[in-house]
């Protein structure tokens, strides 16, 4: 079960041309510049259908040595992995506040910024929750305002996504707090895993 409301995936890779190279040789599909976000990280993209996508993100390879990476901790990164993903929000205040009342805190809301290639300015709102985990099964929520969202993408299906997790109860409790709707099951470690239909055949991304 996908949530209506999926804004777009978070897969993360230590080098982001090597992991796009990868992704297109296994895919069958190339992925399109997204752009660049201030603070050192750059980001390549796949559409799901007009309303989600994916998102290859990793260090900036034209920034400066040693620049800050704000957005995810990719410092420690020593494989590409699948670290979160996103969800829409229309009112984020709201979300936060409704969340919140239901024991779940989402963390504060943010503005984030990037250019695309074309030089136009993206800009939206999303939540940041501090939390040490590497992989971050609930959902930030994003906002995107009057920004118009990605789109025009190279494309590819998205036929599961699901979320594994040591406690199952404690995160759907999370899920529903945001009133988010995703499949559990229980394992050893916290992953998300998403399987692709593309030209080569299914590819999971975990």
Request: proline content about 11%; overall charge negative; glycine content about 12%.
């Amino acid at each position: 079960m996908t949530d209506p409301r999926l804004d777009h995936l978070v897969y993360a890779v230590p080098d982001l041309l090597g992991g796009v190279a990868d992704f297109a040789e296994r895919t069958g599909v190339a992925p399109a510049v997204g752009g660049r976000h201030p603070g050192g990280t750059a980001n390549y993209l796949v559409g799901f259908g007009e309303s989600s996508y994916l998102e290859i993100i990793g260090p900036d390879p034209e920034a400066a040595a040693g620049l800050q990476r704000p957005i995810f901790d990719l410092a420690t990164l020593s494989e590409p992995r699948l670290i979160t993903w996103a969800v829409r929000s229309a009112d984020l205040d709201k979300s936060v506040r409704q969340a919140r009342e239901q024991g779940y805190d989402p963390g504060d809301i943010e503005p984030l910024s990037r250019r695309t290639p074309d030089g136009t300015l993206l800009e939206w709102r999303l939540t940041r929750r501090e939390d040490p985990e590497p992989v971050q099964p609930v959902p930030f929520l994003i906002d995107w305002g009057g920004t118009t969202r990605p789109a025009g993408l190279p494309r590819l299906g998205l036929s599961a996504f699901g979320a594994v997790h040591p406690e199952p109860g404690a995160l759907r409790r999370d899920l529903a707090a945001l009133g988010v709707e995703l499949d559990v099951t229980e394992g050893p470690e916290i992953a998300l895993r998403a399987v692709l239909d593309t030209p080569l055949g299914p590819v999971t991304l975990t």
